[in-house]
Nanobody, 126 residues
Framework: QVQLVESGGGLVQAGGSLRLSCAVSGRTFGSYAMGWFRQAPGKEREFVAAISWSGTRTYSADSVKGRFTISRDNAKNTVYLQMNSLKPEDTAVYYC???????????????????WGQGTQVTVSS
């Protein structure tokens, strides 16, 4: 049974920064591409960023490109999301999941694990 535990969220003013972490257990972390997703109130979950299993390739949604950076540490079974220049529209619950390789190419892949973590709340005030 895979476990995904997100952390690092909080309340921040517009223009500020946060670093999210996602610890993965129960699967061979280094075998999977990983991705971050977010869900704002009343909206569907959306893709944010993805990283290849080796960490050498990344892809980000246009809405966060140039502001958010995804990275991973395979020795720690952890994937990160560095969020800079935060905007009120970034307010959401953020989740991680393994993703298909296609998501790292053009953001059009699929999350792989049926079970999601509890997510971490990010609130950006104006």
């Amino acid at each position: 049974q895979v476990q995904l535990v997100e952390s690092g969220g909080g309340l921040v003013q517009a223009g500020g920064s946060l670093r999210l972490s996602c610890a993965v257990s129960g699967r061979t972390f280094g075998s999977y591409a990983m991705g971050w997703f977010r869900q704002a109130p009343g909206k569907e979950r959306e893709f944010v960023a993805a990283i290849s299993w080796s960490g050498t390739r990344t892809y980000s949604a246009d809405s966060v490109k140039g502001r958010f950076t995804i990275s991973r540490d395979n020795a720690k079974n952890t994937v990160y999301l560095q969020m800079n220049s935060l905007k009120p529209e970034d307010t959401a619950v953020y989740y991680c999941n393994a993703v298909s390789d296609a998501m790292v190419v053009d953001g059009m892949g699929l999350p792989l694990f049926d079970s999601w973590g509890q997510g971490t709340q990010v609130t950006v005030s104006s």
